[in-house]
């Protein structure tokens, strides 16, 4: 949002290239950013409370989890193809030249690979973690991504930070560190010292690896060498998914869990139907999450992709007591209160940011270009 003008989405190429812009109204950008809020939203609440269904009632594959994370890739691929229809239709009204499938160069194509390849690590180390610990610790592990993000998209992209922004950061760390303080009382029943442990240091290397992955996309947009659209977007996401779930896929044949999956099907507590709905509906959960994500990357930046996953903690730790009964401590309480302070602290600096650039862009019309703040 700091950088974007009111009419325009300006996605930067290398340095000695020219930007390239896409035209687009700034109510459609606001309602694009609201929906992928939204499904980023979905996906932030819905799929570890889904994930850890799985393993409370008889579930215990992590690859198999791992795979679920990004497995519905082709509901992407439906929505890509509605779009190149709609396109064709408009182009055809137009008399122009038919519409591309696909977008994607192959500069891009590879950069997702690779984006993918990385993502579906961290799908196998969250997973791990999701399965050793109760819902509300390995999400308020996974809070302390936001920091990762907003370091390594200082390193990465070179984010320029506001007064706000760094205190939401702070606030929403403190917020999940306060969490932090009854971790060690909440270990499951029956669990070793050493896997609780195991997956309280795999759910921190998620949250580490997830955190480079936000401004790790960015970066791709900016480098790109092409036009930035959101059809482009869902392209990447198409493939990012598709190499993370191939690599997981990878580690469920070397773990047989195929073999696995019918006989755990027929003892799960729900029975063997329950067992693949839940499957299916965790694989479009999650899928909803990861195109939030990366939709909010693109309508805005990853540090407010990482923000709104953090804000969301609270609310994770609340259906994790109406779900799964565990307890409301004070702290959790306050965590509330320090995530929707950040929340809002961020929020109000983007309004002063857009306010200000809407002034200077008033002033650069009547004087000279000069910007006067």
Not at 152 to 181: D, H, R, W
Not at 191 to 216: C, D, I, N, Q, W
Not at 340 to 348: I, M, P, T, V
Request: with cysteine; aromatic share 14%.
């Amino acid at each position: 949002m700091e950088n974007q003008k009111e009419t325009t989405i300006t996605i930067s190429k290398d340095t000695n290239t020219t930007p390239m812009t896409t035209e687009v109204s700034l109510f459609a950008r606001k309602t694009l950013l609201i929906l992928n809020c939204l499904l980023l939203s979905i996906g932030t609440c819905g799929g570890p409370l889904i994930m850890r269904l799985y393993f409370v009632h008889g579930g215990s594959r992590v690859w198999l989890s791992s795979v679920l994370q990004t497995a519905g890739f082709p509901f992407i691929i439906a929505v890509i193809i509605i779009l190149y229809f709609c396109r064709s239709a408009v182009a055809k009204n137009q008399n122009n030249k038919t519409t591309k499938l696909f977008y994607m160069r192959p500069r891009l194509f590879l950069a997702a690979v690779f984006i993918g390849l990385i993502t579906g690590l961290d799908n196998y180390l969250y997973a791990y973690g999701v399965a050793r610990l109760p819902v509300s610790t390995s999400s308020l592990i996974i809070a302390f991504q936001l920091a990762f993000t907003a370091f390594f998209a200082y390193l990465v992209v070179k984010l320029k930070f506001t007064p706000y922004s760094v205190n939401a950061v702070v606030l929403l760390t403190v917020g999940a560190g306060v969490l932090a303080l009854h971790a060690s009382s909440d270990r499951p029943e029956g669990e070793s010292k050493k896997e609780y442990t195991m997956g309280f240091v795999m759910t921190l290397m998620a949250a580490l690896v997830y955190g480079f992955l936000l401004p790790l996309i960015e970066l791709t947009y900016n480098k790109a060498q092409q036009e930035i659209t959101y059809t482009l977007v869902l392209e990447i996401q198409m493939v990012l998914s598709l190499f993370a779930t191939v690599f997981c896929v990878v580690g469920m044949i070397v773990n047989n869990d195929f073999q696995v999956i019918p006989r755990e099907a027929s003892k799960f507590e729900f029975g063997a139907t329950k067992y693949y709905i839940i499957l299916c509906a965790s694989a479009l959960i999650w899928q909803c999450y990861f195109l939030g994500a990366i939709g909010v990357i693109f309508c805005s930046s990853a540090l407010l992709s990482g923000i709104i996953i953090s804000v969301l903690l609270p609310v994770i730790e609340v259906l994790a007591v109406v779900f799964y009964k565990e307890k409301f401590q004070a702290e959790k309480g306050v965590s509330l209160v320090l995530s929707l302070w950040g929340f809002a602290s961020y929020f109000y600096g983007e309004y002063k940011v857009t306010k200000k650039a809407k002034r200077c862009n008033t002033f650069s019309s009547t004087i000279n270009g000069a910007c006067l703040s």
